[in-house]
């Protein structure tokens, strides 16, 4: 598995302001896997893009994987305290390998 | 379907102690993993397992780090001895497939060393 670098590593909003976290590769990936880790527990697969400019949405969350299959974003509108955790993006290959992740925090 | 089990959830031992952490995975996942993750960091994977066979043991220090996963289904983490930065949360995870799935997660270990 292939580790991309992941930005901002930190991010404090304020709520109901949006969040995004950037992941981007020097070569092409194959697939980007997006997860989530609250505080104190595990992280929890959230999504997986395969295609080439692909976007998927969840409620809230808008996942997009670029062009060239090289960047991913992970963009979350109007956030709310149930946002807050750690967002981890990597590659499933062989193996699962992690990243920092970007820490969001979130203040009512 | 029940999820990645994990015990003991917490283990407080002393340094040069030996510790054993116990993982059984999703049923019919053949892919098992074991990660460490430290406060504040990413999870660093140890080991994997695909079946009872490693695949991926380059992380694990082998002179105190052992894993076992004799048929194939639950796996054993061992350390002997602990040191203190050995402090962390020990996270299994399994998957149904070797490449391009989605990894579960148990609830992890919590590990002090004093």
């Known amino acids: 598995g292939q580790q991309v670098m992941q930005i901002p590593q930190y991010q404090h909003v304020q709520e109901g302001e949006d969040f995004t976290t950037y992941c981007n590769s020097s070569?092409?990936?194959?697939?980007i896997q997006w997860y989530k880790q609250r505080p104190g527990g595990h992280p929890v697969f959230l999504i997986q893009?395969?295609?080439?400019?692909e976007v998927k949405k969840q409620k809230r969350l808008t996942f997009q994987f670029g062009e060239a299959k090289k960047n991913s974003s992970l963009h979350i509108t109007a956030t709310q305290t149930t946002d807050v955790g750690t967002y981890f993006c990597?590659?499933?290959?062989?193996?699962?390998?992690f990243g920092k992740g970007t820490t969001l925090s979130v203040s009512s | 379907e029940a999820g990645v089990a994990q015990s003991p959830r917490y283990k407080i031992i002393e340094k040069r102690q030996s510790v054993a952490f116990w993982c059984n995975p999703i049923?019919?996942?053949?892919?098992l993993y074991w990660y460490q993750q430290i406060l504040g960091q990413g999870p660093k994977l140890l080991i994997q397992?695909?079946?009872?066979?490693?695949?991926?043991d380059s992380q694990l220090p082998k002179d105190r780090f052992s894993a076992e996963r004799l048929k194939g289904v639950d796996s054993t983490l061992k350390i002997q001895p602990a040191k203190l930065e050995d402090s962390a949360v020990y996270l299994c995870?399994?998957?149904?497939?070797?490449?391009?799935?989605?990894?579960?997660f148990g609830q992890g270990t919590r590990l002090t060393v004093v």
């Open positions: 995870a399994s998957s149904n497939q070797l490449v391009n799935t989605e990894a579960f």
């Open positions: 397992f695909q079946n009872n066979g490693v695949v991926d």
């Open positions: 070569t092409t990936l194959s697939n």
């Open positions: 990597n590659q499933a290959g062989t193996a699962l390998i």
């Open positions: 049923s019919g996942h053949a892919t």
């Open positions: 893009l395969v295609k080439s400019g």
